[in-house]
């Protein structure tokens, strides 16, 4: 899919003269089901119309993977205006506001949604609850794209956004006024659990989602995180820095009492960080592919001799359909 890895090869001395490395490898990890299908929706939009194919923002949070779709013929822009007539463009697996396939409708644009199934299940609650004549109370971090294409599904001023605890208390509601709340898919389940805790405890009328709203993968990585965290010296995250759920890793091993280090790709790893480390954890947020793990063992390998054990905390087998348009 991508171009290929850098060839790492160990320096002689290093790993000989140094003590063992045991390495956590965190499972699940890596790739989950709406990233699998974003991905693969490119590629097959690629394969159907051919290059070039735009696609509006990038695909999943990953210079890696984004890189290896440029390869391929993709072009990735920030908004419609930048794509040409005639051309298809594809959506982001984060959601856009309405108005973005309104545009494109307009425009009569050949389109494809790449938006993540559970995220387009936020988006229609979203919708049932203004319905309902409910305000939402939206947990979630400013500026994210999927933060902004949820509150797009909306009319304004029919949703505001919540970030932390301390933003409940000055919240201007009253206790008796119809209220609902969801979330963004790929925040910390465990302040996720205090923001909801405060605004039940104010708003005791709120009315919660059907289901969670933070997506399985973000919940089993975090949880995967938990297991090895406290087992391990350091812990490594294979992810961007735009990418929330990998930013929630590290923050997960770091209350668990572990220093832990976000990283893109092995090249960014200094040895220093290993000195005094006999084991450590690692794991890669959902938009990180799996070559980028073996890239970090390798680059690890560079040093010290690398035991693997792989800690498994749940199996995951969840595969969402493929747009009709390209499956036709």
């Known amino acids: ?82 794509v040409p007539e005639g051309v298809p463009v594809v959506f982001s697996a984060h959601g856009v506001p309405k108005s973005v396939p309104e545009e494109a409708e307009r425009r009569q644009m050949i389109y494809v949604d790449a938006t993540c199934p559970l995220v387009s299940k936020v988006h229609r609650q979203a919708e049932r609850q203004v319905e309902a004549g409910r305000h939402i109370l939206f947990i979630g971090h400013k500026g994210h794209p999927e933060v902004i294409g949820t509150f797009g599904q909306v009319p304004d001023g029919q949703m505001t956004l919540v970030e932390t605890v301390e933003d409940v208390a000055t919240l201007p509601f009253d206790p008796g006024d119809t209220l609902s709340y969801l979330t963004q898919t790929t925040l910390s389940v465990d302040d996720t659990a205090q923001i909801i805790a405060a605004l039940e405890a104010r708003f005791p009328q709120i009315v919660a989602p059907k289901a969670e709203d933070i997506c399985y993968a973000t919940s089993n990585r975090q949880a995967a995180v938990k297991d090895i965290a406290p087992q391990a010296d350091l812990v490594l995250v294979i992810g961007a820095p735009n990418s929330s759920n990998s930013l929630r890793l590290v923050e997960v091993a770091e209350r668990s009492g572990t220093p832990a280090r976000l990283i893109q790709r092995g090249s960014e790893i200094d040895s220093a960080w290993l000195d005094g480390v006999e084991t450590l954890g690692l794991t890669a947020g959902a938009s990180a592919p799996e070559e980028l793990v073996r890239e970090v063992i390798a680059r690890l390998g560079q040093w010290r001799t690398v035991s693997e054990q792989k800690v498994l905390t749940t199996v995951e087998n969840m595969v969402f359909k493929l747009p009709r348009q390209l499956v036709e």
């Open 1 to 82: 899919m991508n171009a290929p890895l850098p060839d790492i090869a160990p320096e002689p001395l290093a790993a000989a003269t140094l003590p063992p490395l045991t390495v956590l490898i965190a499972a699940p990890r890596g790739f989950c089901a709406g990233v699998d299908r974003a991905i693969e929706i490119v590629e097959r939009a690629l394969e159907r119309y051919g290059a070039p194919v735009y696609v509006r923002h990038e695909i999943v949070h990953n210079r890696y993977v984004v890189d290896g779709l440029k390869a391929k013929g993709a072009v990735f822009v920030e908004e419609l205006d930048e």
